[in-house]
């Protein structure tokens, strides 16, 4: 049972809705522009696959979105709680940002939060493991992994200096609940 949720927030902080339901939440994103997308594998996995078995698994819908969004190259990444490196990786994304690339993420397993802001709210989405996320070019937005980062995911490109993240310079994600208090919300 994948829980995964959106709960929206005026830029200010009131909090305005919360949807769990998955269409309810493809639907609210789709109105900003964001794919929200549930895939199966089509081979069963387990955490030590090759990245070449994960893209296999995976394979017609990767085809699928390359061809509709003209990416030119995906890969596998992973991060677990024993990485020394975890919490300097927290910390890039935290900041708001946005990227002139398309940015999409699909969590093979494991979770984390994006923070959407592409108008006066702010769009709050705890992805698990099953979820397709993507964050639209020049969309300011952050994403928090937590502490204790775990999951995998599939990357997908456009080209690879677009993913290199320009800082809005606002501080508006340090007035947002982060990733341990979005997970327990609900
Ligand atoms: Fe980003």
Known sequence: ??????IVYGEEGSLLE???DFEGISRRLSEIGVLFERWEPKISL????????????????IDRLMNE??????????????????EELRQ?????????????????????VFYLHPNDKVYVVHC??????????????????GSEPNFKC??????????????????????FPRYEEIVQLG
């Not at 969004?69 to 975890?86: A, E, G, H, R, W």
């Not at 708001?96 to 979770?111: L, N």
């Not at 698990?128 to 992994?145: A, C, K, R």
């Open 128 to 145: 698990e493991g099953g979820d397709l996320i993507s964050v639209p070019p020049n969309t300011p937005h952050w994403f928090d992994m």
């Open 69 to 86: 969004y003209s990416f030119k190259s995906c890969d596998v990444i992973s991060l677990t709680p024993d990485n020394p490196k975890k």
């Open 18 to 20: 919360e949807v769990s």
């Open 46 to 61: 387990s955490v030590e696959d090759s990245e070449d078995r994960v893209m296999e698994a995976f394979k017609e819908d």
């Open 92 to 112: 890039k994304f935290l900041d708001e940002h946005t990227h002139s690339d398309f940015e999409v993420r699909y969590f093979v397993y494991g979770d984390g």
């Open 154 to 175: 599939i990357r997908l490109f456009t080209t690879p200096e677009g993913w290199v993240a320009q800082y809005t310079g606002s501080d508006i994600a340090k007035r």
């Open 1 to 6: 049972m994948i829980m995964s949720k959106l």
